[in-house]
């Protein structure tokens, strides 16, 4: 089992920039891909950026150049740098870990994202 805690949500203005943290515990491999993902309401749950634990990262069109995802694998931490936010940012962000695609994929409870105009 795999437990994620997010952090760092909160209400912005357009333009303006929050980043997010999330924490995982358990049983932890090594090898390993962590992101994030986001829902806004009445809409499907998207990806976001996902980062490997060797570095190489995934970003969604619409963050690309906005957003920036990290890694401290020794802390078992990821991170969301999101920068020029826009109101259509705002959503529910989960943190979101699997070892393999053969394995099981863990969900945090969401941090909350609001962009004001």
């Known amino acids: 089992q795999v437990q994620l805690v997010e952090s760092g949500g909160g209400l912005v203005q357009a333009g303006g920039s929050l980043r997010l943290s999330c924490v995982a515990s358990?049983?932890?491999?090594?090898?390993?891909?962590m992101g994030w993902y986001r829902q806004a309401p009445g809409k499907l749950r998207e990806l976001v950026a996902t980062?490997?634990?060797?570095?190489?990262?995934n970003y969604a069109d619409s963050v690309k150049g906005r957003f920036t995802i990290s890694r401290d694998s020794a802390k078992n931490m990821v991170f969301l740098q999101m920068n020029s936010l826009k109101p259509e940012d705002t959503a529910n962000y989960y943190c979101?870990?699997?070892?393999?695609?053969?394995?099981?994929?863990?969900w945090g409870q969401g941090t909350q994202v609001t962009v004001s105009s």
């Open positions: 979101w870990y699997r070892a393999s695609w053969a394995t099981p994929e863990y």
């Open positions: 358990g049983s932890i491999f090594r090898v390993n891909t």
């Open positions: 980062i490997r634990s060797g570095g190489s990262t």
